[in-house]
């Protein structure tokens, strides 16, 4: 499966220019786990972490414009960091499968003239099969919605900007032209109707470009969970569906869609569920005379279910992040901010360990990305899997690792939970 070892953001509300992980220029860096998780007191910018991968799957499902409003935002000038400039960017270096060679994705979305935001920039970039070091090749180039694209497994071209003055439109015209010999059949100029809409979302569509394709299915998979208590205790029409949504509104219909598509894993399913939740014995479904579907939970030393709409937040909040974790084909990228809302605090660390078991395991899992500020969930992780934001002086957000810090490292290995540590203070600043 899919994984991003690491990404760059800059000029996104407090995060002005922070990077988690490997680059392909930060080779030594070591790449993100399959599991992170980001700590941080109140204000340092966790939520706008969050939201920045929210934001950019956004982007590529309704356009740049209507993603800086949406999930209120407020628009672009609201999200572009403070007293900044220049446009919001976005790195991501990922690779499709543990033996495929990395790709780096670039996005830079500014505002027009007209004061609307647009793609300013977009770029796909991967060395060749052979090249260890040096420039990967652009095989996707767009600026202001012309560009030039390789079709198929193609590297592309070298563009190194830095080394040499770079003009988009010098080369459309040559490979127009033909003069451009290096250049093969297998190149396209092409040029978007709407600048608006990623490059990714129209040229990940067609089945000439699987590079890009596979991309944005990428994408288009992340999961990103808004989940409330109170949509989950909806009651919604019978009728399966295959994946949670983000609000978890639809709990019932994806234990009906397992029963019905998983029928001899199904009650394992529920059951495996059913005794990582503290008193529930049995876990089903049933409908109401019109076409309404109701969540059973069978609670120990009582001979009448509890329906989700009696049940406690913690419980249905658990509910749920186990449904997602044994969801048959699970999204590649799963995104959760705060799990320890509403759960007793001894439930969080066997939480975590179901979370570093899905993503490690030898099915392949989601990796998960995780907001947190409870030592409880953290008592659980390496230092590798953490990452400590902070405020600067400046107001902008700083991020590190905790493996970073060799005292840390040190004061784990001899015993001392991580959680605690951060709980005195040998996180912080120093």
């Not at 740049?64 to 409003?69: H, L, S």
């Not at 999200?79 to 690779?95: A, K, L, M, N």
């Not at 004061?411 to 996180?427: I, Q, T």
Request: a neutral charge; proline letters at 5%.
């Amino acid at each position: 499966m899919a994984r991003i070892e690491g990404i760059r953001i800059k000029n996104f509300r407090s995060l002005r220019d922070i990077t988690l992980g490997k680059l392909w220029n930060l080779q030594k860096a070591e790449p993100l786990t399959p599991m992170t998780a980001v700590i941080g007191k109140n204000g340092v910018g966790k939520s706008s972490l969050f939201d920045a991968f929210g934001f950019l799957a956004d982007c590529l499902r309704l356009g740049v414009e209507e993603a800086c409003d949406s999930r209120g935002r407020g628009g672009f000038a609201r999200i572009r960091s403070q007293d900044q400039q220049g446009p919001i960017e976005f790195e991501v270096y990922y690779r499709e499968d543990r033996a495929a060679r990395p790709i780096t994705y670039e996005l830079a979305v500014g505002i027009d003239l007209t004061g609307r935001p647009y793609v300013q920039k977009e770029r796909l970039r991967q060395r060749r099969k052979t090249q260890m070091h040096g420039w990967p090749f652009s095989f996707l180039v767009l600026e202001d919605g012309k560009g030039v694209v390789w079709r198929g497994e193609l590297e592309g071209r070298q563009i190194d900007e830095h080394k040499e003055k770079f003009d988009l439109t010098v080369l459309i015209e040559s490979i127009l032209k033909g003069e451009t010999k290096e250049e093969s059949r297998e190149t396209e100029v092409v040029e978007l109707e709407d600048r608006r809409k990623l490059g990714i979302a129209t040229l990940g569509s067609l089945k000439q470009h699987p590079r890009i394709s596979a991309f944005r299915q990428f994408i288009e998979g992340w999961y990103l969970s808004y989940f409330t208590p109170d949509a989950a205790r909806s009651l919604p029409l019978a009728g399966p569906q295959k994946h949670l949504n983000i609000h978890g509104d639809n709990l019932g219909n994806v234990v009906q869609f397992l029963e019905r598509e998983h029928p001899k894993k199904f009650q394992a399913i529920l059951d495996r569920i059913a005794a990582r939740i503290p008193g529930i014995q049995k876990i089903d479904t049933d409908k109401t005379a019109d076409g309404r579907l109701l969540l059973r939970f069978n609670d120990k030393g009582f001979k009448d279910p509890f329906y989700s709409q009696q049940m406690s937040d913690g419980t249905l909040k658990v509910f749920a992040y186990l449904l997602l974790l044994e969801d048959p084909s699970p999204p590649p990228f799963l995104c959760i901010e705060e799990p320890e809302n509403g759960l007793y605090h001894k439930l969080l660390e066997s939480l975590a360990m179901e979370f570093r078991t899905h993503s490690t395991g030898q099915k392949a899992g989601s990796q998960i990305f995780i907001t947190t500020h409870q030592p409880y969930f953290v008592d659980a992780l390496s230092p590798e899997e953490v990452w400590i934001l902070e405020k600067g002086d400046d107001g902008f957000s700083t991020i590190k690792r905790a493996s970073d810090d060799v005292i840390v490292r040190n004061m784990v290995k001899e015993g001392l939970p991580l959680g605690g540590l951060w709980y005195s203070d040998y996180l912080d600043a120093r």
